[in-house]
């Protein structure tokens, strides 16, 4: 049965065009993908991100226990309310899922994790909480939406109480807190986001999901779909679980290398897989691909290099840019000149450092 978000009913009176998203109702667009992607690169959009999930853990050896099953190091998150993004890995290091995790207090911290992944990223979290005796709560009580864009962090504020602007506008990136919404309603703020522009991802009671909702539409919010939100995301040079790695693809391979802290003295779940592989030396790389002439570049294309072939994973038009962008897996090495079998026909593509764009310009060479 597909699940819906509390916000369901709002986005059929907007029109939206719905889709099965990993077994959830989501809207994909409200009429133009391509204007909702501009209007987040350009002023401000909300997605409706209420089907991830929110995951408390509670207890003394939470800190401890984060550190045996996450990649990165929560020994970074020393200031309440600071996040940090990592992987969770199997024993062969490979990637279960990606996440973000809040430190709100010794005792307490708060994992963001995939929709898809939910019931297996749950289990895996807590057979391995048992040993630490941490209390792991799923928190279906709460709605998500992430509000994006050069303008989403000022329309938000002014939706705040007012002894909430100067706390809120100074909050960093990558860090989160409490503060009161309209009508008095009670908001997690995180300066977070999934498109390449700034902005806040909030956390808000279900209850308060509509009216927080159209709140953020009489401010001058515009509603973006799944749609949008996979364009910018891939502009951003941000990996999509499930179709640029999963828990057969380590870190290494997924160009998330950045991610693992390889820090003395913490045996995490998959470090002796990972450092096995980066010994022997990594035999797939993931990698950005132009397309300069017309044409899309789609998930599944086969990548020809001078070494062996590989695949594209995510690929797309980049409205941003006007033409086709891609990550694609392809074996390490000197790939030379790297062509893509597009209903077999091989087009030329060049081989790029991602993000493709940054702050809503081209990066340079792209």
């Known amino acids: 049965m597909t699940e819906k978000t509390v916000l369901n009913e709002t986005h059929r009176a907007l029109g939206a065009r719905m889709v099965d998203f990993g077994g959830w109702d989501m809207p994909i667009n409200y009429g133009s993908q391509i204007e909702e992607h501009h209007v987040v690169r350009r002023d401000a959009g909300m997605f409706d991100v209420s089907h991830m999930t929110v995951v408390d853990l509670h207890g003394a050896r939470t800190r401890e226990f984060l550190r045996h099953l996450l990649a990165n190091s929560v020994d970074k998150l020393k200031v309440q309310g600071k996040a940090l993004y990592s992987c969770m890995l199997n024993e062969q290091g490979g990637v279960i899922d990606d996440l973000i995790v809040y430190f709100l207090g010794e005792e307490f ?3 963001v994790v995939n929709a898809a992944t939910r019931e297996k990223d749950l289990a895996w979290i807590e057979k391995q ?9 799923e928190r279906p009580d709460f709605a998500m939406i992430a509000v994006q864009g ?92 499930g179709q640029d790695m999963d828990d057969t693809v380590s870190p290494w391979e997924a160009n998330l ?8 003295g913490r045996d995490f779940i998959g470090r002796k897989a990972l450092e096995a592989q980066k010994a022997e030396g990594v035999k797939r790389v993931m990698v950005g691909l132009v397309l300069d002439d017309k044409g899309v570049l789609r998930h599944g ?15 797309s038009f980049a409205p941003t840019l006007g033409k086709a962008v891609a990550f694609a897996r392809i074996p ?35």
């Not at 040993?131 to 792991?136: D, L, N, Q, S």
């Not at 290398?257 to 003395?264: P, R, S």
């Open 332 to 366: 390490t090495g000197e790939a030379g000149d790297v062509r893509v079998d597009i209903r077999g026909k091989e087009v030329p593509v060049r081989l790029v450092k991602y993000p493709f764009v940054r702050d809503g310009q081209p990066c340079e060479g792209i």
């Open 109 to 111: 911290f708060r994992l």
């Open 150 to 241: 050069p303008n989403a962090r000022s329309k938000v504020i002014g939706l705040l109480a007012e002894v909430d602007h100067e706390r809120i506008k100074k909050l960093g990136k990558f860090a989160a807190a409490a503060a009161q919404g309209p009508h008095g309603m009670p908001l997690f703020v995180a300066r977070t986001g999934y498109t390449g522009e700034d902005g806040f991802e909030i956390i808000v009671p279900q209850e308060h999901a509509v009216a927080l909702w159209q709140a953020l539409a009489d401010a001058g919010v515009a509603p973006a779909g799944l749609g949008a939100r996979d364009t910018l995301r891939l502009e951003a040079g941000m990996n999509l679980y």
């Open 129 to 137: 909480a048992k040993a630490f005796g941490v209390e792991v709560k």
């Open 257 to 264: 290398g950045w991610t693992i802290a390889l820090d003395e």
């Open 301 to 315: 294309q086969v990548v020809l290099t001078a070494n062996g072939n590989g695949e594209i994973l995510s690929g």
